[in-house]
């Protein structure tokens, strides 16, 4: 098992920048795909981004290529998002999520076991 705590979020204007962490436990956290979804209001969740545990290629959702840098580092057992550029429209809560030797990061969301409680991101025009 794993257990997933996400921090970083806040309130940012248009164009600004924030990072997100999410801190994993356990000892085998290299062997975990992660990824980070996120949540607007009256949205589905959504996936952002992800690196595959296997070969730590990543994956970026079209809306933040180019804005988003999804990062690891294995001996601190966290994750990051870099998010640069943020848009009003990128408001939402952020999820840190967790699944063990999973190939194809960009399954549904709800193919992920672990997630972290959330931390919400909002951007303001």
């Known amino acids: 098992q794993v257990q997933l705590v996400e921090s970083g979020g806040g309130l940012v204007q248009a164009g600004g920048s924030l990072r997100l962490s999410c801190a994993a436990s356990?000892?085998?956290?290299?062997?975990?795909?992660m990824a980070w979804f996120r949540q607007a209001p009256g949205k589905e969740r959504e996936f952002v981004a992800a690196m595959r545990w296997s070969d730590d290629t990543t994956y970026y959702a079209n809306s933040v290529k180019g804005r988003f840098t999804f990062a690891r580092d294995n001996a601190k057992n966290t994750v990051y998002l870099q998010m640069n550029g943020l848009k009003p429209e990128d408001t939402a809560v952020f999820y840190c999520a967790a699944d063990i030797y999973l190939d194809d990061p960009t399954v549904p969301w709800h193919e992920y076991d672990y997630w972290g409680q959330g931390t919400q991101v909002t951007v303001a025009s």
């Open positions: 356990g000892r085998t956290f290299s062997s975990y795909t």
